[in-house]
């Protein structure tokens, strides 16, 4: 089954003159696979990752998902988006929200579905509460939630460990990996290299729009202390090489 | 399609109609129409004119101010605060968007309209005056039809560009949508061609919104005919029609 | 001390606060009394001027809200008849600025008739009668106004051509009552305006309003023409005992050939002509 094809892609911003943040990316996903996309502040990964879920367009070359393109309803349909640091409506609960999003995807009953969901990402306690009084871990916790809220085939997470304290973190790596159990197909940003290490299945290393990395984390890992140790040398060289 | 664009509009109208400017200036309103009970009273037997003309255009400056300053944060709220990154990429057409947000915050308009000509005809039942419920009826009507084009007007700016800028668009294009009688001068005795074509553009093509004005008549016990109401109608449908593919093109166009 | 202090901080915030508002009240209140803001004579005003946006742009700025516009200006002008010094031009520009936003409001043209003219400024009625044209325009079946026009051209310019004109064009205007044409066709027919039919317009004035204010103007109006009936009639009595016309009032009223009552001395400034003894009451 067709995953994520990304072919020589391009992002380019003619703001303050022309600018790529995206350079020639070529990467194939395969379904099942938990992909970590890594780089240093700036190198492009969300840009990535807007354009893999339809925010932004290419400027050049082309984005397959799922046998169709980001643009695509019915390939939309099948896949799940978790920002980095989503916003909702503050006025909602949690509940209320996803049934928001339950309702554009026209699930005829979700409420039972919604309490599953809301129970998996630990929040059944607080789906009656607005969401403007959730706190930090919530709010990344309802972000997953509503990602998940279709089932999706493939799952975009940008940053989900992102501003959590350690017990956060704990408990969002725990639904990850029980995703990751049940055969689903996650790209996900981060710069936490241990948490990384310890979730993912490949590995892509972007630095200033270029990929310079694609493979295992052992095998990147191989003469390194660990991940992150492979992570500095391979940004070093890179930089070295492109200067 | 109607389910996703009903959800939108659902939304909309919750997400506004607990907006704490909104609410505040329906309040205000509510104040201005009781207060027309005073005016009536410092008016020499004009008692009634004065609390349906102050009444109706109180009506109506919040329908005006709904459309053009709640309608610029519509837009721009969901993209400066991130939430279209929660909605954008799931499986909705961004012209339902528009078309939920505009028929959402018309929702509101009208839910604001219907609360304050109720207060209006309490006012007004104080006078005994109720041969003015259907022409104000009418009245309001055609001004939500306004506020119908002035919201779609805010959020075609709101796409892109920020709110005050998006209001002071909005508000040039209400100002020259009331100087049909300026224009007709121009246009019909031209100083220069320029003159002339200038003046054509702006009336024929910016929004002539002074034909949904009957607030100067009814208070004469004049309504329009079914003609006029029903051409009125038809105007409003197609100019927001073309506002909301224009708003829509705009849109898909944007990135985030 | 400052432990005392923070422990009743709210206290002492309230009373700091009480203090500042006796402050500024008290400064109020004196203010108040050193311009006799609240004194007897406060209300006894007069307006020296108004600005008003001139009539020619007034429609321009309007936007969709002439008639709350002209209802804006029709309160403003109710409101600052009272301080009005009928001279300066700024409660005329009103109704100009009424019956240009809004020409249908028909009530302001006649309120205006009956109002605005004034002996300190001779035009005063044509100013008006210019206004109440464009009423009559807009409105040809309103036969009020051209009707109250020509009695104010007979009772305060004398002025019987113009008179006549008006009170033809009310006779003549579809759906009048019958009272008019009637009133019209004895003036014409014993040939004479002036004082004697004043009265009687008045009277056509008074029975016909649907307006209770317009009814009070009327009737003082006819008081005041009975009034300077018996002047006149007085003063000829005068003339005949002392060959010469009395030079005021008071010389009248000292030899009892009239008594006239002090409401009417308080409002109004009784002048004699002394070439023809005819009487002009002008409001003080």
Redesign the interface.
């Known amino acids: 089954m067709h995953g994520i094809t990304i072919q020589n892609v391009t992002k380019t911003y003619l703001t303050n003159g022309e600018h790529s943040v995206v350079k020639n990316l070529t990467l194939e996903i395969p379904m099942g696979t938990v992909f970590g996309f890594l780089g240093p502040n700036g190198a492009g990964k969300t840009s990535t990752i807007k354009m893999l879920v339809g925010l932004s367009r290419p400027t050049e070359g082309t984005i397959s998902l799922l046998g169709g393109t980001p643009d695509d309803i019915s390939v939309r349909a099948r896949i799940g988006f978790m920002p980095e640091s989503p916003a909702f409506y503050g006025y909602l609960t949690g509940k209320e929200f996803l049934e928001f999003i339950a309702k554009i995807f026209k699930q005829a009953h979700p409420n039972h579905h919604i309490e599953e969901i809301l129970k998996s990402v630990d929040l059944g306690h607080a789906k009656n509460k607005q969401i403007r009084t959730y706190s930090k871990g919530m709010l990344q916790r309802l972000g997953l939630a509503q990602a998940l809220i279709n089932n999706p085939d493939i799952l975009f997470l940008d940053e989900p460990l992102d501003g959590l304290d350690p017990l956060g973190r704990a408990e969002v790596k725990k639904i990850i990996l029980a995703l990751k159990e049940q055969g689903k197909t996650i790209f996900f940003n981060s710069h936490i290299l241990a948490d990384v290490e310890e979730i993912c299945d490949v590995v892509g290393i972007i630095d200033k729009g270029v990929l310079v990395a694609h493979d295992t984390p052992q095998s990147l890992s191989i003469g390194h202390k660990d991940l992150e140790d492979a992570f500095v040398h391979i940004i070093e060289q890179s930089r070295k090489q492109y200067a | 399609m109607l389910n996703t664009i009903f959800t939108i509009a659902q939304n909309t109208f919750r997400e506004t109609m607990r907006d704490r400017i909104l609410l505040a200036a329906l309040a205000v309103v509510l104040i201005i129409i009781a207060f027309t009970l005073f005016i009536a009273s410092i008016s020499i037997e004009q008692d009634v004119r004065m609390i349906v003309d102050f009444g109706t255009s109180a009506i109506y400056i919040l329908q005006i101010f709904v459309a053009i300053f709640i309608g610029s944060m519509l837009m721009y709220k969901e993209v400066e605060q991130k939430t279209f990154f929660l909605i954008l990429p799931k499986p909705i057409r961004r012209y339902e968007i528009i078309l939920g947000k505009a028929l959402g915050l018309t929702a509101t308009t009208f839910t604001v309209t219907l609360l304050s000509t109720l207060a209006l005809f309490a006012i007004l039942l104080t006078k005994g005056a109720t041969l003015f419920v259907v022409p104000i009826l009418l009245s309001v009507f055609l001004s939500t039809l306004e506020a119908m084009i002035l919201i779609l007007i805010s959020i075609v700016f709101s796409g892109f560009t920020s709110p005050i800028l998006s209001a002071i668009y909005t508000i040039v294009f209400f100002l020259a949508g009331h100087a049909g009688e300026s224009l007709r001068p121009l246009i019909m005795f031209p100083q220069s061609t320029v003159i002339e074509v200038v003046a054509r553009g702006i009336y024929y093509l910016l929004p002539n919104l002074e034909k949904f004005n009957i607030r100067n008549d009814i208070v004469f016990g004049d309504i329009p005919n079914a003609t006029s109401i029903i051409f009125s109608l038809l105007y409003a449908l197609f100019y927001a029609s073309l506002l909301f593919f224009v708003a829509s093109v705009t849109f898909k166009k944007k990135e985030f | 001390m400052n432990s005392f202090v923070k422990n009743n901080s709210h206290l002492f915030t309230g009373i700091i606060v009480i203090l500042l508002l006796a402050i500024i009240v008290s400064a109020q209140v004196l203010y108040d009394h050193s311009s006799s803001m609240f004194g007897k004579e406060s209300f006894r005003f007069t307006i020296k001027h108004r600005s008003i946006i001139d009539p020619k742009i007034v429609?321009?700025l309007?936007?969709?809200?002439?008639?709350?516009l002209a209802?804006y200006y029709?309160?403003s002008a109710?409101?600052d008849f009272t301080g009005w010094d009928h001279k300066e031009d700024f409660y005329l520009n009103y109704f100009k600025n009424i019956s240009v936003l809004?020409p249908?409001?028909s009530?302001p043209y006649l309120?205006a008739i009956l109002t605005a003219p004034t002996e300190k400024d001779k035009a005063s009625l044509d100013k008006v009668a210019e206004i109440a044209e464009l009423g009559m325009a807009t409105l040809p079946n309103n036969w009020e106004i051209p009707f109250y026009l020509g009695t104010m051209y007979n009772m305060f310019a004398k002025d019987e051509a113009k008179a006549l004109h008006y009170i033809e064009i009310a006779a003549k205007t579809e759906g009048v009552p019958s009272v008019v044409p009637l009133t019209y066709s004895s003036i014409t027919a014993k040939k004479l305006l002036g004082k004697k039919t004043a009265r009687e317009l008045m009277s056509v004035i008074r029975d016909t309003t649907k307006?209770?204010?317009i009814k009070a103007m009327a009737e003082e109006g006819i008081v005041l023409s009975d009034i300077t009936v018996m002047l006149e009639n007085a003063i000829i009595a005068y003339k005949a005992k002392h060959r010469t016309y009395p030079k005021t009032i008071e010389n009248l009223t000292a030899e009892r050939f009239v008594v006239i009552p002090k409401e009417i001395t308080s409002r109004f400034d009784i002048i004699i002509n002394q070439k023809n003894g005819e009487v002009s009451i002008v409001g003080k």
């Open positions: 429609k321009h309007a936007f969709g809200f002439d008639n709350v209802d029709w309160i109710v409101q809004d249908e409001f009530y309120f307006s209770e204010t």
